[in-house]
C-alpha cells in the first residue's frame, strides 16, 4: 500500500469533515467517518449528503466504496492511525472557543500507542498542548498529535481540498506529522511544517488577517458615502498593488458564517486571557456588527419609517454556494427589520430549510419574484448568480416600489437604473 493511501479516520462529518474524508478517499484512502449524529450517519449510508457543498455530492458518489459511515468510534479505531477531528468549536457566553466536543472525542478514545489526534477543528493556540497534558493524565499518553488546521471555504470546499494554497502541519516531530504530509503530498501544496502552538496561531491569524481586510473595506466604504468617492473603484486601485491584493476588499454589509465571527472572537478572548488587550481585533468586530445594520439607515432614508414597508430579502446564507446560515448577516436584518414594523419576505436558492429553524417572523417565497412582489424595497443579501442575472424590467414590474439597495455591491446599478428603479450600494456613488 502506497503511503499516500494510509487508511484514515474522520470523526465529526460536517462542512470540514465531510469534505476532508472525501477528498482523502478521492486520493485513494480508505476513509472511516464517524459521527455522533445518528440521523446523519444513516443519511450518509444511504448515499445522501446533509449539507449543500459544489461538487461534494459527485466526490462521495465516486468514491462510495472507500467510504464508511459509523457512530461508533471503534470502527475507525481498528481500521486507521490517524483520527482527523473535525467536530465544531462554536463560541461560548464568553466568546472562548466551546472546546466540549473535542474534549468528548478525547475522552471516547482509549490508551494507545498506535493512534494520533489530527486537529482540523478551529482551535485557541494552546489547544494542542494542553490536550497533551490531558493525554498524559487519562494515562494516554501514548497517543500523538497533530495540529493541522483547515482552510477551506465553504461555497467552494472541494475545490479548496483539492488545490489548497498550503498545507500546514504542525507537530511535536513524530511518526504522526510525518503520516499527515505524507497523506498530503499528492496535493503538491506548499508546506508549512512547524511547532503546534505555531500551527494553531496560523489559522486564528489567517481568519482574523482576513476579516480585518473586509472591515477595513467597510470603514472606507463608509467614509465614501461622506465624500462622494465610489469604493468599488478605490478597492480596484488599492486591490492592484500586490503588497494588498484584491480578494477581501469587497465592502457590503458584513461577513458572517460559522468562522470569522467566532474565530476572530476566540482569538481576541486567547489574547484577553493572555493579558493582552488585542485594540484591533474589538474594532474589527465592532465595525462589522454596525455594518449590518447600516441598511436600515439606508431603507429609513428612502422610505421614512419602516413600520408596515414591504421589504424583499434576496438571499438568506451568509454567502453564495452554501446553505450555511450559522451567523448570517441576514439574520441581524431581518429581526431588525421586524422590530422597526416591516413586512419582510426572503427567498434562497438553498438555504430556506436552515433558515426556517432561525428566523421568524418573515415569510418565504419560492422564487425571487415571488419574494419581490409588491415589495417597496428589496436588499441583496447573498450575491447568488441567479439574482446577478435578474431580469431587473420584470422585477420592476412586480415591486410596489423602486428601492434596490445592493449590500453586496455585486448588481448591475446601470441595468437596475435603466429599468426605472433606485439603485443603492455600499459605499457607491
Ligand atoms: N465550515 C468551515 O468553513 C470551516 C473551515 C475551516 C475550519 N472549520 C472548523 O472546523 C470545525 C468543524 O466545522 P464544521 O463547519 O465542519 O462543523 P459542523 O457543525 O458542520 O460539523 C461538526 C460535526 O461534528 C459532529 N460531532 C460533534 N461532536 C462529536 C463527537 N464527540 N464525535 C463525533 N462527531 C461529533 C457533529 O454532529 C457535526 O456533524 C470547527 O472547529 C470549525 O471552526 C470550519
Known amino acids: 500500500m502506497s503511503a499516500a493511501r494510509q487508511p484514515i479516520g474522520v470523526i465529526g462529518t460536517g462542512y470540514v469533515g465531510l469534505v476532508t474524508a472525501a477528498g482523502f478517499a478521492e486520493l485513494g484512502s480508505e476513509v472511516w467517518c464517524v459521527d455522533i449524529d445518528a440521523a446523519k450517519i444513516e443519511r450518509l449510508r444511504h448515499g445522501e449528503v446533509p449539507i449543500y457543498e459544489p461538487g461534494l455530492k459527485e466526490l462521495l458518489a465516486r468514491n462510495a466504496a472507500r467510504m464508511h459511515f459509523s457512530t461508533d468510534l471503534a470502527d475507525a479505531l481498528v481500521h486507521a492511525r ?47 498542548a494542553s490536550l497533551r497534558r490531558v493525554f498524559g493524565e487519562q494515562g494516554k499518553g501514548g497517543l500523538a498529535y497533530v495540529s493541522c488546521p483547515e482552510f477551506l471555504k465553504e461555497g467552494s470546499a472541494v475545490e479548496d481540498f483539492l488545490h489548497p494554497d498550503r498545507v500546514v502541519v504542525g507537530d511535536a516531530g513524530d511518526w504522526a ?7 498530503y503530498e499528492p496535493l503538491g501544496a506548499p508546506l508549512v511544517r512547524t511547532d503546534i502552538a505555531s500551527a494553531e496561531m496560523v489559522k486564528l491569524a489567517s481568519n482574523a488577517f482576513l476579516a480585518t481586510k473586509i472591515s477595513f473595506i467597510n470603514e472606507i466604504a463608509n467614509v465614501c458615502e461622506e465624500t462622494g468617492a465610489d469604493v468599488v473603484e478605490v478597492a480596484r486601485g488599492m486591490g492592484l498593488d500586490d503588497r494588498i491584493g484584491a480578494k477581501f476588499l469587497q ?14 472572537d476566540a482569538l481576541k478572548q486567547l489574547a484577553g486571557n493572555s493579558g493582552y488587550h488585542f485594540q484591533l481585533l474589538t474594532a474589527v468586530i465592532e465595525v462589522n456588527e454596525l455594518q449590518k445594520r447600516r441598511v436600515i439607515g439606508k431603507l429609513q432614508k428612502h422610505l421614512g419609517s419602516l413600520v408596515g414597508k414591504r421589504v424583499a430579502l434576496l438571499g438568506l446564507a451568509f454567502k453564495p454556494n452554501t446553505d450555511d446560515m450559522r451567523e448570517a448577516s441576514s439574520l441581524v436584518l431581518s429581526a431588525r427589520l421586524n422590530a422597526d414594523g416591516a413586512v419582510v419576505s426572503a427567498y434562497d436558492p438553498v438555504a430556506e430549510e436552515q433558515a426556517r429553524a432561525l428566523v421568524t417572523g418573515i415569510s418565504f417565497a419560492a422564487t425571487p419574484l415571488d419574494a419581490l412582489r409588491g415589495a417597496d424595497a428589496v436588499v441583496l443579501v447573498t450575491e447568488w448568480s441567479e439574482f446577478i442575472e435578474l431580469d431587473w424590467g420584470a422585477v420592476a414590474e412586480v415591486m410596489g416600489g423602486d428601492l434596490v439597495i445592493d449590500g453586496r455591491n455585486a448588481l448591475d446599478a446601470e441595468a437596475v437604473r435603466a429599468a426605472g428603479l433606485v439603485y443603492e450600494g455600499i459605499g457607491r456613488r
Do not use: N, Q, W
Open 251 to 264: 465592502a457590503g454589509i458584513g461577513y458572517g458564517g460559522s468562522c470569522f465571527p467566532k474565530d476572530v
Open 82 to 128: 490517524l483520527l482527523f477531528v473535525a467536530v465544531g468549536t462554536p463560541p461560548t457566553y464568553s466568546g472562548d472557543a466551546d472546546l466540549s466536543a473535542v474534549h468528548a472525542v478525547v475522552a471516547a478514545i482509549p490508551r494507545s500507542d498506535e493512534h494520533a489526534l489530527v486537529m482540523k477543528s478551529t482551535v485557541p493556540c494552546g489547544t494542542g
Open 177 to 183: 506529522g510525518d503520516a499527515v504530509v505524507r497523506l
